[in-house]
């Protein structure tokens, strides 16, 4: 498996652009987290779903950020408009029935990241 | 809500020498995660720790999990310069929640 991809690998934009992350799973894993990271907050939960479905969004910063699965095999992640503070590492990644407590490989697989930079 | 916290945030170590990384996280968790991260790279799962009294090793590397403490514990032993990294512990309850990560540099 090539694991989690993600794309753009690097994105440069301007101030109040529209960007779009892309993000491709695991094939078979049905928990996929969107994260981004920054020097100064570290690693953030924006938000992650489970089977497609959106289960929290409460790191999702504010309604200029939204994230969609529309089927098990990609996400996006969308910014619009896009701000300079916006700018940092965002990370997918996905993981094979997270928490369940039978299953002992639960961790999740991190994509590359994209490392956005709103100028 | 749930925090994550690990100590220390830096840790500068000379190679040969033995240290520990302590991440003490607030709400009851069933599993905990170590990962590592190269400069400008991923995330890399290391360990998955998922019952009290838990161990595991690979290498220099030994976790441990002691969940009536809420605490986990990754030990390096006699340190070389390719463990320079960052380290991160994590937990699953509910979100999966990052500690703000360990830099550690191993020097000669």
């Known amino acids: 498996d090539a694991g989690v991809i993600q794309s753009p690998r690097h994105e440069v934009t301007e101030m109040g652009q529209e960007v779009t992350l892309r993000c491709k799973p695991i094939s078979g894993h049905d928990y996929l987290f969107w994260y981004r990271q920054t020097m100064m907050r570290g690693l953030e939960l924006l938000i992650y779903?489970?089977?497609?479905?959106?289960?929290?969004d409460s790191g999702m910063p504010e309604d200029r950020f939204s994230a969609k699965m529309p089927n098990a095999s990609f996400s996006t992640l969308k910014i619009q408009p896009s701000e300079p503070r916006d700018s940092a590492v965002y990370f997918c990644a996905s993981s094979l029935a997270y928490g369940r407590a039978d299953l002992m490989n639960t961790e999740a697989f991190f994509g590359q990241g994209t490392r956005l930079t709103v100028v | 809500e749930l925090k994550v916290e690990q100590n220390p945030l830096f840790l500068s170590m000379q190679e040969g020498k033995n240290y520990t990384i302590y991440c003490n996280y607030s709400?009851?968790?069933?599993?905990l995660y170590w990962y590592r991260q190269d400069p400008g790279k991923s995330l890399e799962s290391l360990f998955v720790l998922l019952s009290n009294g838990a161990v595991k090793q690979e290498g220099r590397l030994m976790a441990s999990l002691d969940t009536k403490a809420r605490l986990s514990t990754l030990h390096i032993t006699a340190a070389v310069h390719d463990l320079s990294a960052t380290y991160f512990c994590a937990t699953s309850y509910g979100k999966l929640t990052f500690g703000q990560g360990t830099i550690l540099t191993v020097h000669p």
């Open positions: 709400t009851t968790s069933d599993r």
């Open positions: 779903f489970n089977n497609n479905v959106p289960i929290d």
